[in-house]
C-alpha cells in the first residue's frame, strides 16, 4: 500500500522483482508485528503479546464443533510485505531454503501501474482465511498486515509445520514479461532429504486449485510458465522446508495488463479467494487430510 519512496526505489533495483519467486523465493516468514513466531510452543494464547490479537489461533468460526472443515488447520501465506522494500539489509540476509540458503524474502512484483503484489498478497489471503473460517476451519496467517518486513522464508515454512498444518497455501503474483497470461500453480518437487512426504499431497493439493481456479476465477492458466497451470519447483525455500502440504498459488501475472486488471480489481480478489478457499476445502475433505 505504501507507495514506494526513493529508498524503496533504491532498493528494488538491488533486489530483482521479476518473478516474484523466481530470485529468492518470495514466500516464507519471520515474526513480524502482530504475527505470533510459529504460533509459539503449545497453544500460547498466554503470551500475552499485544500483537496477538489475530485471527490466528482463536479465529472465532474455526473453534469448536460447526463447518465441514471444523477440526482442520490451514496457513495462508501471504507472499512478500510491504516494508521489505526499505529493509534490503534484512530481506536480502541468507537463511536455510532446504540444501541451500536464499535471500530472506524479496519485495515482489508490482502492475504497471504501480499495484503492488504484497498488497494484493495480504487482501487475497484474508479473504480466503475469511471464507475457510466460515467453513469451519482454523486458519493461521504468517503476516496480518502490510506494513513489516518479511517473515524470511524459514519462518513461513515454520510456521507452517508448527501450527501442523493440514494444507498450507502461499498466495503471490507472478511478475512475468507483459505478455504472458494466466495464473499457475507451484507444487514442491522431490529434494532428498527434505520434501519426500509432501510432495504427493502437495501435488493433490496444486491440482485442486488448478481446477478450482481455471473453472472459476475467470483467469486462463499460463500462457508463459509451468504445464497446465502447474509447476514443479525444487528451489524455494517455503517448500522445500516445509513437512506439511503445501503449494504457491501465483494468482496471476502483474505485468500482464489483462490480468493485472482483475487482480487490482476488489471484487475478483474477493470472489477468486472464496474460489482458492473452495479449493482447499475440497483438498481436505477428499481424503488427503487427517482432521486434527
Ligand atoms: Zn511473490
Known sequence: ??????????A????PLAGCTSAADGAEPRPQAGVRPGASEEDGSGSGAPGAQDGRADGGAGDGDGGPLSGFTVVIDPGHNGGNADAPGEIGALVPAGPGEKECDTVGAESADGYPEHAFNL?????????????GAEVVLTREDDEGVGPCIDERAAI???????????????????????????????????????????????EELRDAFAEDAGLPVSDYLGEDGLDERT????????????VFLEAGNMRNAEDAELLEDPQWREEAAVVAAGAVAAFLTSGDAVRG
Open 1 to 10: 500500500m505504501r507507495p514506494l519512496g526513493p529508498a524503496a526505489l533504491a
Open 12 to 15: 528494488a533495483l538491488l533486489v
Open 123 to 135: 487482501d487475497f489471503s484474508l479473504h480466503m482465511r475469511d471464507e475457510l473460517e466460515e467453513r
Open 160 to 206: 507452517g509445520n508448527e501450527a501442523g498444518a493440514d494444507a498450507a497455501v502461499s498466495v503471490h503474483a507472478d511478475g512475468g514479461s507483459e505478455s504472458g497470461r494466466g495464473f499457475h500453480v507451484i507444487a514442491p518437487g522431490e529434494v532428498e532429504g527434505f520434501t519426500e512426504e509432501i510432495v504427493a499431497p502437495s501435488r493433490r493439493l496444486a
Open 235 to 246: 528451489d524455494l525455500g517455503g517448500l522445500n522446508l516445509s513437512t506439511v502440504p503445501k
